[in-house]
C-alpha cells in the first residue's frame, strides 16, 4: 500500500470507529449537560442495546430471512423505543430519588445501577460470547487498495444520520429548547412551568435509544457482543464528550470523531505502535484541557453561579 | 442562588427526618455517641486488642481477607484526603499505588535494594506522582478533573505494561520478602501486621490532618472555593498538598503489597480497581474517618461473604448499593454537619 | 415509600428476565454438588480433599467451569472404581476469578482447609503468587492449564505443569507458518502476560530461524474496533497473522482482517481454540490454523469421556477438559503410588511419574516439573469445526 492510500484507509476507520464514540458520547453529554451527573451506566445501556436486538432480531429471525436490512431496521426501531423506556426507568428508580442529594452519591448510584446492569446480562448469557449473525457478507468496493464494505458505507451514513436528526431535535422542537433550558437553570424552568421530570425523562430516552442503536449497529458490524463490551467504549466515549466540551451536543460528535481518528492513526506511527495507542490518546485529552478547561466547544463558565 | 438551594436542602432534609425509621435513627444515635472521645478511645482500644489477638484463633483465609481489609483502609483514607477532604473528585486513584508498587518492586528486584530503604524513594515517586497530575489539572473544573485523573490512571498503568523496567505485560515476579529483625516476613500473619500498623497511622494521621490547619483550610476549599481564597487560603498549594498525601498513603500501601504479593502486573491496577476504592470511600461516608473505614470494610467482606452464591454476587452487591445510595445518599456514616 | 420499593422489585424483575431474556436458555449449572449416581455406592475408609483452583466468575469463568466439571467427572470414576488408597476422593473449589488478588485469597482459602494437594490453574498471571502459598505451605499443586514460563522460573518445587510450556507452543507455531511458506510474520498478542510470552517466544523462535517479524502489535483487552491495526498489518507486508491471546478478540480479529482485505494465513494459539472462535468469525473463520492444546476431540482414546461429559452436564468439553481429567487421574495415581497423603511423598512421587498413560498422551516431566514432550497439535477451521491437519 502506499502512504496516500495507507491515509486515506486510516481516515476511514477512523470515522468509522469515531461515529461510534460519538453516538455514545452523544448520551454522556446530553444527560450530563442536565442533570450534571456522569452516568456510569450509560456504557452499559450500549452493551444491552446490543443483545435486546438480538433477542429481537433471533425472535422474528425467520419472518426476515432474504431481508437482511429490512430486518435489520426493523429490530433497531423496536431495540431503541424498548431500551430508552429502559433509561426511563432507570432515572426514575435510581437518579430522580437522589437528585437534592450529594452528587457523588449520584455517581455511586450510577455505578451501581451500571453493576446491575453488565451482571444481569453476565448471568443471562452466562459470561459467554454470542456471535451475532446477521447474514451480511463482505462484499464491498474499493478504490486503490483502499477497501470499504457496504456495511460499513451504511453504517456511517446511519450514525450521521442520527445525529443530525437529534442536532434538529434540540435546536427546532419546543422540548429540545426545554432540555437547553434546564441545562442552563433546572428551579428557574420549574418556576416557569417547564414539566421539569418529563423533559429529564425525555432526555434518559433520547440517550439511551442513540446508545442502543449504536450497540446494534456494533453487533452488526462487529458480529458478536459480550456482557463486558460497553466498558472500553464507555471510557473512549466519556473521553470524546469532555475533549468536545461536556454538554454540548455538537462538541460530542466532534469529540468522538477526533478520538477515532487520533486511535486509527495513532496505530499506524512508526515506532510507536499499536501498545502506545491510548497513551497517545489519553495524553492529547489531557493537553487539550490544559489549554482549553472547558473542552474544544465549551462555554467559558464558572463553576458557581 | 445558593440560598434557594440551602433553603431547598433543608426543605428535603425536613422530609427526609420525618421518613426515617427507628432504627437508622439508632444507628445514627450509635455513631453520634462515637463521636463521643471517651466513648470513642475505649471503643478503639477493644477492637485493636481483639484485631492484635486475631491471629492466633483464625484461619490463613480469614487473616487473608483481613489484610486486604487492612489494605484498603490505607488507600481508602489515602483517597478520602483528595476526594473527602479537599472535594477533588479523582479516577484514578490506582495510578499512585502503582506507583509505590513497582517502585519497591523495580528497586529490590533490578537494583538488589533492601525493602526497607525503597520506602523513602517510593514516598519521593509518589510525591512527584502526585505533582504532576496535580499540577496541571488544579484550574479543572471537577468534573474535567475526573476523566483527567483516569487518563493519568491508564497512561500510567499502559506505560507500566509497554515499558521493559517494569516487565511489560507479565508485571515484576518473585519480588524478595524483607526480614525484619532478622525476622523473615514471609507468613500471612506477618502481613496482616504490617497492614494493621499501616492501618492505624493512617487513621492516625488521618485524624491529625483533619482537625490541623491545612485540614480546615481543605474543608473550606470544598465548601466555597472562592471564600477561601478571599479568606487568604492559599488553595493552588492547599490542592497540590491533598493530591501528595493522598499519593503517598496510596504508594506505600502499594509498596508493602508488592512484597505481599511478590508478583505485580498492569492487571492489578485497573480502573475499577480505583473507581472501587472511590465507591469505598464514597459508600461509607466521604470525608468521615470512621464511615471510610467502614466502606473499606464492606467492599472487601461483601464479596468474600457472599462468595457462595457464585455469579450472582456482584449483581447483589449492585442492588445493595443502589439501595443504599437512594436511602441513605450521604453514606453509611456521613460527616455531620453543625 | 413503599411505591419506590415496588418500582424497584419491579425493575430488577425487568432487567433479570424481560429485556433480553430470551438469547438462549442458560446452561444448566455446574453441578457442583451432583453426586455420583451410582446403584451401590462403595465403602470408604475416610476421604481424601483435594482443592481446585480455577476462575468460576470473571471473563475466564467458561473455561474454569469446563475445568472443573472435567475433574469432576474423573473423581466419580475413580470413587467408584473404589476411591484413591480405599479412600474417597472429595473437592472444595477456591475461586482465582483469574486476577491475581482473587488468587492469593483463593489459595489461602484452600491451603486453610487443609487439602491434600491442588488441581487448577488455568490463567496464568493468577497462577505465579499461588506457587509460593502453596510452596510455604508444602501442598503439591497439578497445574492443568496455565503455561507461562513465568511459571517454570518461579516454582518452589511443588507445582507440576502438565500443559506443555510456552516455548513448545512457539516452536509448534514456527514449523506451522514454515510448512505454510510464510516468512514474513506479523505477531499480535493482548497486552497480559500470558500472551505477551507468547508473542516474544515466537519473536524469538522466528527470528532464529532466519525469518522476519514485520509487526508486532498488542490489541487492548475489550475493544472491538480492530480496523486500523489491519491496515497497519495489510500495510506492514505480513503474509502471516499469529495470534497469542483468546478466542473472543480472536474471532474479532480474524474477521476484520478478512473484512479489511487481508489474505495471507492466520494462525491463532491455544487461547483461541474454543469452538466459539469459529462461530464468532463465520465464514472468516475458514482456513484458519491453530497450534491447539490436545483436545478431546481429536483424541482416540477420549470418546468415552466425552459421551460421559456431554451426559453429565449436557454440553461439549472445552478445550482444556481433556488435561483436566488427566491431572486428576494424575494425582490420583501419585497419592496411591506415594501410599500416604503425606505431601512429602505425593511430591517425590509426582515428581518420579514416569510415562504415566493419560487420554493426551504420556506423561514425564523434566528436572524442572515442566512436560518433557511438547503436546500440541495443529488443528484448522474448516466447515465451520476444528479438523486435525496431520
Redesign the interface.
Known sequence: MSLQEIVIQQLFNGLLLGSFYGLVALGYSMVYGIIKLLNFAHADIYMVGGFCSLTILTFFGNTFIGNRWLGIVISMLITMIIVGLLGVIIERVAYKPLRNAPRLSLLITALGVSMILYNSVMVITSGEYRAYKTGLGYEGFSIGSVFVTHTQAILIVAAVALMFVLHLFITRTMYGKAMRAISMDLDCCRLMGVNVNKIIALTFFVGSMLAASAGMMAGVYYGSLHFFMGFVIGIKAFTSAVIGGIGVIPGAMLGGLLLGLLESFGTQIPFIGSEWKDVFSFSILILILIFKPTGLLGKKESERM | MKDKQTCLQTAVDKKAKKVNNPFVELIDRFYVLFDNKKVRYSVLAAALAVLLYLPMRTSMYFMEVMTNVWFHVVVCLGLNIIVGFAGLLSLGYAAFFAVGAYTTGILILHYGVSFWLTLPVSVLMAIIAGLAIGGPTLKLRSDYLAIVTLGFGEITRLAARNLDITGRATGLVGIERPTLFGMAMVKINHFYYAFLVLAVLAIFISYRLQDSRLGRAWKCIREDEDAAEAMGINVVAARLLAFIIGSVFGALAGSFMAIKMTAISPESFLFTQSVMILLAVVLGGMGKIPGVVLGALAVVVFPEVFRGIGKYRMLIFGAVLLVLMIYRPQGLWPERHT | ?AK?LW??AL??V???SG??????P??PSGGGDQQPESSEAPQFDGEILVGIMVP????E??YGQDMENAIRIAADEINAAGGVLGKELKFTLG?DGC???MC??AA??L???EVVAVLGGYCS?AT??AL?IYG?AKVPFVILAAN?T?LI??NPGWAFMINSPGYHQADAAADCFEKLNVSKLALV?Q???F???LAELTREEWQGRGHEVVA??????????F???V??I??SGAEGVYWTAY??DG??LI??L????YTGEIVVADGSSSI?LL??????GEGVYCTSPPVVEFLPAAQQFISAYNKKYNQQPGPYAGLSYDGTYLLADAIERAGSTDPDAIRDALAATDNFKTLSGTIKFTPENVLEESNFIIIKGEGGKWVLVE
Open positions: 415509600m419506590r418500582i424497584l425493575v430488577v425487568l432487567i433479570a429485556v433480553f431474556g430470551c438469547s438462549k442458560a446452561p468460576v466468575t470473571g471473563s469463568a467458561t475461586d486476577d491475581p488478588q492469593t485469597a489461602s482459602k491451603v486453610s482447609s498471571g505465579i503468587p509460593k510455604d507461562s513465568q522460573d518461579e498478542h497486552g497480559d502476560g500472551s505477551e510470552n508486532y502489535d498488542v490489541v487492548n483487552k475489550g475493544e472491538q474496533d480496523s486500523s491495526l491496515t497497519k495489510r500495510s478466542h473472543a474471532a474479532q474477521k476484520q478478512r473484512q479489511g482485505g466459539q462461530e464468532i468469525a463465520g465464514a472468516a
